[in-house]
């Protein structure tokens, strides 16, 4: 046991091998990134280090391997710059981004709202219904809702929230009934149409859900604040339209 712990400390800490030490850490650091950039890039990293390290063994093969997998992962950043180069955000989309998608490249974030409809609400409409499933999942861009649960209103939502995020989230139906105030303006995802979605994406599902959560604080905190504050006519005259 003692030699082989010797042999293994003697291969282990050998100049010659850090290059392929150094590859390991570029590689495994390459998967703790959330933006698929940077994950292309260390990766790029640890496919020329390897290279490098494979040719001081003159294992050519290796070498080759390392060298094409350091090739295709920069070809993907090159790809990825130039779709985030397509064009910029409309207003409405890019305060979507804000909301929903801080963590995500401008590529994938624009597939994302092109699964989407932008959508003109009448007031007086009831978009989602109390202890049903919702068939939508909603972003608004302008006007105002109210939120009702067992007939009481317990709030008003506004530009930058969400409807129905908590359903979606968790599979069950929905506690509140929201029922549109002033015309609105929304981006609206068919429910299973983006289920299926972020199922093959889980770049934008990390990211889209991390826009929800900080969204339901928001929404917990002006619930609050609307309840003991003021009126819903007065709450309402004094929301953003």
Known sequence: MH????????SFFNPANLPGHFAYVLLITSMLMRR?????????????????????????????WESTFALVNLGQVLILLIENRRGKFSPEEQMFVDAALQDLEPAPARRLIKLGDWSQIDDDEVLIVE????????????????????????GLVGPGDFLGEMSYLTGKQATATVTVLTPMRCLTFER???????????????????GFNRNLV???????????????????????A
């Open 131 to 154: 202890d049903t499933t919702p068939t939508h999942l909603y972003f608004i861009v302008n006007g105002t809702a109210r939120i009702e649960r067992h007939g009481k209103t317990i």
């Open 218 to 240: 928001d929404k917990l905190v002006k619930t609050s604040v609307d309840q003991h504050a003021m009126p819903l006519d007065d709450a309402l005259d004094s929301s953003p």
């Open 192 to 210: 299973q149409t983006l289920r299926t979605y972020l199922g093959k994406n889980q770049e934008v599902r990390q990211a889209l859900e991390a």
């Open 3 to 10: 030699a082989f712990i010797e042999s293994f400390s003697a």
């Open 36 to 64: 698929m950039i940077w994950l292309r890039v260390f990766a790029i990293a640890a496919g020329a280090f390897s290279a490098l390290y494979y040719t001081t063994l003159g294992d050519w093969v290796s070498c080759v």
